[in-house]
T-cell receptor
């Protein structure tokens, strides 16, 4: 079983839709959770991070973590064509192995 | 104000011909990472440096080596590239502070083609 599972998509939505992207993880030792956005042929860029269960908002983006279910989500409101990219979840811990563990990414296409 | 710079952006090499990829950073971060990312896959960590301490992942082939001559620069050497090594190579950096989210900042990547 992979440590982090993420639906690869592609996910195609019309402009203005609410998008839900999800990851599950298997190891309860993970303590913080990040979402990266990766445009085609570019490096990933950090969108949001959180380390507590619940919701964290930043503009049109909301990160949600449910540690009891080992489930994390990223919601995008009022999606725009410029949001078309691959979204990678990444999880980490404060101690021990410091390297992030990435999901394989969900490719999102927002149609104008 | 580029923070993590990778050169070249595109590299073509021949099967078996050694190649070196370069990464530099202006963030003065302690940690530098090298990832391999193949199409539609998660970035796969090859190794990382915490200052001068080299940390190799258990499943990284011996064909991949790295050097970090100073804080700002890190190199990825592929001694004998095979067709299966064609991928995007991503460099990332982080502060490396304990008890904190170790946000990684990525460069734009080098796309390696092996002929």
């Amino acid at each position: 079983q992979k440590e982090v599972e993420q639906d690869p998509g592609p996910l195609s939505v019309p402009e203005g839709a609410i998008v839900s992207l999800n990851c599950t993880y298997s190891n309860s030792a993970f303590q913080y959770f990040m979402w990266y956005r990766q445009y085609s042929r570019k490096g990933p860029e950090l969108l949001m991070y959180t380390y507590s269960s619940g919701n964290k908002e930043d503009g049109r983006f909301t990160a949600q973590v449910d540690k009891s279910s080992k489930y994390i989500s990223l919601f995008i409101r009022d999606s725009q064509p410029s949001d078309s990219a691959t979204y990678l979840c990444a999880i980490g811990r404060f101690t021990g192995r410091r390297a992030l563990t990435f999901g394989s990414g969900t490719r999102l296409q927002v149609q104008p | 104000d580029a923070m993590v710079i990778q050169n070249p952006r595109y590299q073509v090499t021949q099967f078996g011909k050694p190649v070196t990829l370069s990464c530099s950073q202006t963030l003065n971060h302690n940690v530098m990472y090298w990832y391999q990312q193949k199409s539609s896959q998660a970035p796969k960590l090859l190794f990382h440096y915490y200052d001068k301490d080299f940390n190799n992942e258990a499943d990284t082939p011996d064909n991949f080596q790295s050097r970090r001559p100073n804080t700002s620069f890190c190199f990825l050497d592929i001694r004998s590239p095979g067709l299966g090594d064609a991928a995007m190579y991503l460099c990332a950096t982080s502060r490396g502070r304990a008890s904190s989210t170790d946000t990684q900042y990525f460069g734009p990547g080098t796309r390696l083609t092996v002929l």
